[in-house]
């Protein structure tokens, strides 16, 4: 037996004929005329459930008495537009078709953009056209007071302060290359990138003063000017990328930017501007798009701060950033990490770790089992298990490591930027460690 298709029979049940069977129910051509239709019926369905290809539309208070369908219009395969608030190209006016975005007036009528603005559960100090402006890239309009550089430079210095003071206070001793992948892990290109798509935001096929303000819009055949980063720009970036020749740890904290990479924009533009030239695919427009949502992102961080205030960027930052999942022992990677261990044992003043055969399983057997513990006295360091002994004994080396550097006060730490807001409790010191051991 066959399904009963009921979505058919809701396209037919409202022009029923009153006093009709089902059966005999008869559609309405494109060439018969409104008059033909019964009077009587006074059931019309809306633009987004009508299945038909002809769509009668109007207002059935407004009837005069030649006829009640007299008011209404008929469309030839209509698609559901809106065609008072969004009219064909040719019928807009050439400001909208010559800018290349859309005009901040527009900003009021985008359902898209009022649909965002409550999503993300902004203030109404923030306007709407200053969102709309946050979701116009620099490669779409090159104007500044325009797009979203502006925005985005001031919302980069508040998420890349707020992460890293988090980090600092909730994990104290974290080496400095494994706060950098941190920073990144939070606050970088991919993960904004990622928060932006979370928030639903879509993007336009091509940058346009017609394009609905709610879209973001970048090209994907031009770059824009990046954001100026904070961070000292080498003479000898080349050398450095090629040899890698003075670019120590200490040489980035002091020289590079907050993620420890040199600052390089104009050879970056412009190898992206070749690549623009010469390629088109996949992996060059996926950049660009990666690149205008974090933009995007950084943008709205920074019009919230600009029309609502320091407490607003700081709660927004906590909610989409810092609430995210991050496992930092995916983070470590340890070259020798017996000798990392016995390094630090020597600093603190503890014993010397000694490895313990705590159990072992199948040892004549295709798949063995070891577990080593490491102690330092009577107190156990860490634990490992693997299928020799001796990658059993790195592994508990490694895992008495991230216990040591993953160290936390707690949840309940108190940053320093807390300190700004009326009424704050005195302020205690945070804990601040000696620091990371260095194995050479």
């Known amino acids: 037996m066959k399904r009963l298709r009921f979505d058919r029979w809701t396209g037919q049940l409202p022009l029923t004929r009153a006093g009709s069977a089902l059966g005999s129910t008869s559609m309405p051509r494109p060439g018969v005329s409104v008059a033909t239709i019964s009077p009587r019926c006074t059931a019309v369905r809306y633009q987004s459930t009508l299945q038909n290809t002809s769509v009668w539309q109007g207002n059935p208070t407004t009837l005069e008495s030649d006829g009640p369908y007299e008011q209404y219009k008929l469309y030839e395969e209509d698609d559901g537009t809106d065609h008072e ?67 985005a430079f001031v919302g980069q210095s508040l998420i890349h302060y707020h992460v890293a003071e988090w980090l600092m206070c909730r994990y104290p001793r974290l080496p400095m290359d494994i706060m950098y992948a941190a920073m990144r892990g939070y606050a970088g290109p991919a993960t904004l990138h990622q928060v932006a798509r979370s928030w639903g935001i879509e993007h336009a096929a091509a940058p346009g003063g017609e394009v609905d303000p709610g879209l973001l819009q970048f090209s994907q055949q031009r770059v824009g000017d990046s954001i100026t980063a904070f961070g000292y720009r080498r003479t000898e970036s080349k050398a450095v990328q090629k040899l890698r020749w003075r670019h120590g740890l200490s040489s980035r904290v002091v020289f590079d930017d907050d993620f420890g990479d040199m600052i390089d924009v104009e050879d970056s533009r412009a190898e992206l501007m070749a690549r623009a030239n010469t390629e088109w695919g996949n992996e060059y427009t996926r950049a660009l798009a990666e690149r205008a949502f974090a933009n995007c992102t950084r943008a709205i961080t920074g019009a919230l701060y600009a029309h609502a205030g320091r407490e607003a960027a700081a709660s927004f930052i906590k909610a989409h950033i810092l609430s995210r999942t991050l496992n930092m022992t995916y983070l470590f990677a340890f070259k ?60 508990a080396a490694m895992n008495a490591l991230k216990s040591w550097y993953l160290y936390s006060p707690g949840e309940d730490t108190r940053l320093p930027s807390e300190m700004l807001t009326e009424g704050a409790k005195p302020w205690e010191p945070a804990y601040i460690d000696i620091g990371e051991i260095i194995s050479r």
């Open 85 to 151: 608030r969004f009219p064909p190209l040719e019928e807009l006016p050439e400001k909208a078709t010559t800018l290349p975005s859309p005009p901040p007036e527009r900003a009021l009528q985008s359902a898209k953009l009022a649909a965002l603005h409550a999503r993300l559960s902004l203030p109404e100090r923030l306007p709407l056209q200053t969102l709309a402006r946050a979701l116009v890239d620099a490669s779409a309009d090159e104007d500044a007071r325009f797009n979203n550089t502006n925005l």
């Open 336 to 395: 020798k990490p017996t000798r990392e261990l016995s390094l630090l044992c020597a600093r603190e003043e503890f014993e010397p770790p000694v490895a313990r055969l705590l159990s072992e399983t199948g040892r004549a057997s295709r798949t063995p089992v070891f577990v080593v513990g490491i102690f330092s006295g009577k107190d156990k360091l860490g634990e490992g298990q693997a299928a020799n002994l001796n990658s059993a004994r790195h592994q």
